[in-house]
């Protein structure tokens, strides 16, 4: 069986009964500068990369990515005194938010050349108030759909996670009807 797929706009408008487009995700500016903030930094300028750990939040634009701890991927290229990002690699306790759309889960990775949020382990995006629940989510930044597969997420060797089994779970509202 194909896992599930749902759109945030599509949970936005019809199916959990959130009124009108206006409340469907709109594209992420991932040129927008990021700034962070953590209780510790290790440098790792050979392998181009930096460790931050304890209670971290990084926030670009309207969205804000928070974890214990987070590895920062760069270039190794330099444009304005800072180090140019490539990827965010987040673990624990991760959440995502953005304008009325929240998610939560054991890992998450955001690749700012995909310009995607992939988050695993017990993920729960929640939208307007209603939640759904998956192994799996994907955040396509440049359309602002999100996409949550069943697929419970297993920590493999090295602390690789896959996929395997599982269902999206959720709640739709149901329109108040006149007596």
């Known amino acids: 069986m194909h896992a599930l797929r749902l759109s945030a706009a599509l949970l936005a408008s019809s199916l959990l009964g959130i009124a009108g487009p206006s409340t469907a995700q ?3 500016d991932s040129a927008a500068p990021i700034d962070f903030g953590a209780d510790h930094i290790e440098l790792q300028d050979k392998a181009n990369r930096a460790i931050l750990s304890g209670g971290v939040t990084v926030r670009q634009a309207e969205m804000t990515l928070s974890a214990a701890r987070m590895t ?18 987040a673990s624990g306790g991760v959440t995502v938010s953005r304008p009325d759309q ?11 050349k995909r310009r995607e ?16 629940n998956g192994g799996r989510l994907r955040i396509d930044l440049d359309t602002g759909k999100a996409y949550l597969d069943g697929g419970a997420a297993v920590a493999g060797q090295a602390g690789s996670v896959s ?3 599982g269902r999206v779970t959720g709640r739709f509202s149901v329109p108040k009807r006149d007596k």
């Open 26 to 28: 709109t594209r992420h």
């Open 163 to 165: 996929g395997s089994g």
């Open 117 to 132: 949020v992939i988050m695993l382990g017990n993920v729960m995006l929640v939208q307007g108030g209603n939640p759904v």
């Open 102 to 112: 929240s998610a939560r889960s054991q890992y998450a990775v955001y690749d700012l």
């Open 72 to 89: 920062v991927a760069y270039t190794g290229q330099v444009v304005d005194g800072s180090p140019q990002v490539s990827r965010l690699d």
